[in-house]
């Protein structure tokens, strides 16, 4: 019953942007903090960002600062992550994930996950 969707990724070019978003279903996302993970190939899983219960506190990744930016609306039950200025390095599977009250930083304390969005950055 309680599942989280993500979707927009693909294939961009260096320098690209992408909009990832993560839907929620069965439940209303407006009760749980939401995060960002990726997962590279024959690498460990990696907070990416992280967003409040409101949206009004924010955390990213050193390696992402500056270039990412993670949103919500709460009304649509949907969480974003725009990726600008895209490196070869972001390539990844990309997954959102929930967990109640407040961000934390390891992907363990997260209750909800999302299926992964394929997230290619090549020339």
């Known amino acids: 019953q309680l599942q989280l969707v993500e979707s927009g990724g693909g294939l961009v070019q260096p320098g690209g942007s992408l909009r990832l978003s993560c839907a929620a279903s069965?439940?209303?996302?407006?009760?749980?903090?939401i995060g960002w993970f990726r997962q590279a190939p024959g690498k460990e899983r990696e907070g990416v960002s992280c967003i409040s219960r409101t949206g009004d506190s924010t955390n990213y990744a050193d390696s992402v600062k500056g270039r990412f930016t993670i949103s919500r609306d709460n009304a649509k039950n949907t969480v974003y992550l725009q990726m600008n200025s895209l490196k070869p390095e972001d390539t990844a599977v990309y997954y959102c994930?929930?967990?109640?009250?407040?961000?934390?930083?390891?992907?363990?304390?997260?209750?909800?996950w999302g299926q992964g969005t394929q997230v290619t950055v090549s020339s």
């Open positions: 994930a929930a967990r109640a009250l407040r961000c934390l930083g390891g992907y363990r304390f997260y209750d909800y």
């Open positions: 069965g439940f209303t996302l407006d009760y749980y903090a």
